[in-house]
């Protein structure tokens, strides 16, 4: 689950992380208010979307104008930027063409800037350790960092029974550079980092740019997190923070119905049980020419009820020009995912290809539910067999 940067530094805060004073603003009148309760001189106005390169990023509605973050020396200045911004369309790298609407602005106090670094804190699967990635290259894409100079990119990994030593800290601290007032408040701002990491149960926490202050503070100028979604249950908190305005709607509603979805950019859509027959799936339908729109995983255990908003889901994408049911009865019983099938055809007058291939439990009489059902439904008699009928089946729909 992704969160917005005021969200985030609201939470770092609590654990001890430096960041400017900053003030959430849903309105132009509560940009203003927010403008009039900070020290001043300088604010900085930020559109808030879960995505990054807002700076850079250009406006629908004025492209050649500024982007969405905006640096103010009066309150009427911070009235103006936040009129420009508030329900226009922000278009950045991150969110691709279609861009994200801002309903929702960050005015923050301005700070003096000595120096900007990079800095994150990621689970490393490879070796199943937290670490941290810093790099004196702030401000600035890592990944474009990480591509052309990787060695400005320094990683300690965390050992988990040990947990963050005060050794790590100054492993960073040194590497970055730190000396004196700065090196202490780094060790302390690392320290902190790596506890609201691991408490909150963060998946990434990243901040870009980490600054140091004319003061020799070291802080938080940005701040992006992500969570485990499996472990919101225990973190109510961070869950009330979930924007679902941000989110893909069918994603959303996947998520209330305990599915695993996720929009790609193809055409064929794919409903399967199991997290791995789901990637076979969507390996063979590129293998035969095709292109997935969507990883959609029921689960084992899916109901008539869950089946049917999977279906639905898939054909609400208006990309879909074909799909592919591809269940493996274990569990799962292949007379429910059939009559799911059906139901969820009818309700949303079914007008692509539809190929379903079954085996396991109840095959039989899925497969005859399925013949008996009236609708034009493809049978296949293997994975290969479904994912060549499916992609020659999606060309001459695109074709007719």
């Known amino acids: 689950m992704n969160i917005h940067e005021y969200q985030a530094k609201t939470l770092l805060k609590k654990y001890g992380v430096a960041v400017p004073d900053g003030i959430a603003a849903m309105s132009v009148d509560d940009a203003v208010k927010a403008a009039g309760q900070l020290p001043g001189p300088l604010y900085v106005v930020k559109a808030q979307i879960h995505a990054g390169g807002r700076g850079a990023g250009k406006f629908k509605n004025n492209p050649a104008g500024k982007g969405g973050v905006r640096l103010c020396k009066t309150a009427d200045e911070v009235k103006a930027a936040a009129e420009a911004m508030l329900g226009q369309v922000l278009v950045t790298k991150q969110t691709g063409p279609e861009g994200k609407e801002v309903q929702r602005l960050y005015v923050t106090d301005g700070v003096d800037i000595k120096k900007e670094y990079y800095c994150s804190v990621v689970l490393d699967r490879a070796t199943s350790r937290v670490t941290f990635m810093a790099s004196t290259e702030g401000g600035m894409d890592i990944e474009e960092v990480a591509e052309k100079h990787p060695e400005k990119i320094i990683k300690v990994a965390i050992d988990p029974v040990a947990g963050f030593q005060p050794y790590h800290a100054r492993q960073l601290a040194f590497a970055l550079g730190f000396e004196g007032a700065a090196n ?42 992500n969570f485990d979604d499996n472990a ?15 989110e893909d709607e069918k994603e959303t509603i996947a998520k209330n119905y305990d599915l695993s979805y996720v929009a790609l950019d193809g055409n064929i859509g794919c409903m399967v049980n199991g997290a791995g027959l789901a990637m076979a799936t969507m390996d063979i339908i590129k293998l035969y020419g095709g292109e ?24 609400a994408d208006p990309k879909v020009k074909g799909v ?59 994975l290969a067999d479904a994912a060549r009928k499916v992609v020659e089946a999606t060309r001459q729909a695109l074709a007719a």
């Open 184 to 225: 202490k408040s780094a060790i302390k701002f690392f320290t902190a980092l790596y506890k609201a990491f691991v408490e909150l149960d963060a998946s990434i926490v990243e901040i870009n740019p980490l600054i140091v202050t004319d003061k020799d503070e070291v802080v938080a100028l940005d701040a992006k997190m």
């Open 324 to 382: 592919l049911v591809n269940i493996f009865g274990g569990i799962m019983k292949c007379d429910i995912i059939a009559e799911g099938i059906i139901a969820a055809a009818k309700e949303v007058s079914l007008a692509v290809p539809l190929v379903v291939r079954l085996e396991g439990t109840n095959v039989e009489q899925g497969k005859q539910i399925l013949s008996q059902s009236g609708l034009a439904i493809i049978p296949a008699d293997n």
């Open 232 to 246: 919101l249950f225990r973190q109510t908190e961070v869950a009330a923070m979930r924007d679902e305005s941000e």
């Open 292 to 315: 997935p729109a969507n990883f959609l995983d029921v689960g084992g255990g899916a109901n008539k009820e869950k089946v049917t908003a999977a279906f639905k889901i898939i054909l």
